[in-house]
């Protein structure tokens, strides 16, 4: 006699995978992906996908010790896709780092050194020329914004970082001896 719990999973089943999107959409052959399955001891891996089933994941390992790898999706913890390498987006990102990391330094850097110069010829009494420190703080700061930026575009477009996108992985629900087993990610 049938077990209440097995009807209901052999009832379920077919809804519960129909209404997964499926990840093969996303993973097509030839696409770069990194993946991590800690069962087999895989921490990001960069791969080629050779192909991407409805229960396995087909990849290719480049590198010194190329391998091919057959992963079940119920193995695989995260996947990513590569989008790829852009630079103008690294230079964009590094011209706004610059541009934040110089502005205030070499604003004060300005102001604190006329400061500095206008006492030592004036023996410390504080005019009209003092009022000039707030405008080459201003003034240092958007130099230092203007250097920056373009120190960090430099840095940032002779950077080689790869952009990454998540792949949602399927959802399998099966019936595991006398109860359900699978795994469900959202």
Known sequence: MPSPVRALALLLLPAAVAAQPAARASVDSG???????????????????????????????????????????????TLDRSIGVDRA?????????????LAVPLGGAAAVTYLHAWRLDRN??????????????GVGALLGTGAGALLGAA????TNG?????VRIPVRVGVVGNGLGGRLTF
């Open 89 to 101: 987006y690294n230079a964009r990102r590094g011209a706004g780092i610059g541009a934040l990391v």
């Open 124 to 137: 410390d009494r504080c005019r009209s020329e003092c009022y000039l420190a707030p405008v080459l703080l």
């Open 162 to 166: 790869e952009g990454w996108e998540a």
């Open 31 to 77: 696409t770069v992906v990194r993946v991590t399955a800690p069962a087999r001891g895989l921490h990001r891996v960069r791969a080629v996908a050779e192909s991407a089933g409805r229960d396995s994941l087909r990849l290719r390992v480049d590198g010194p010790a190329a391998t091919r790898l057959s992963l079940a999706w119920s193995e695989v913890a």
């Open 155 to 158: 840095i940032g477009a002779g």
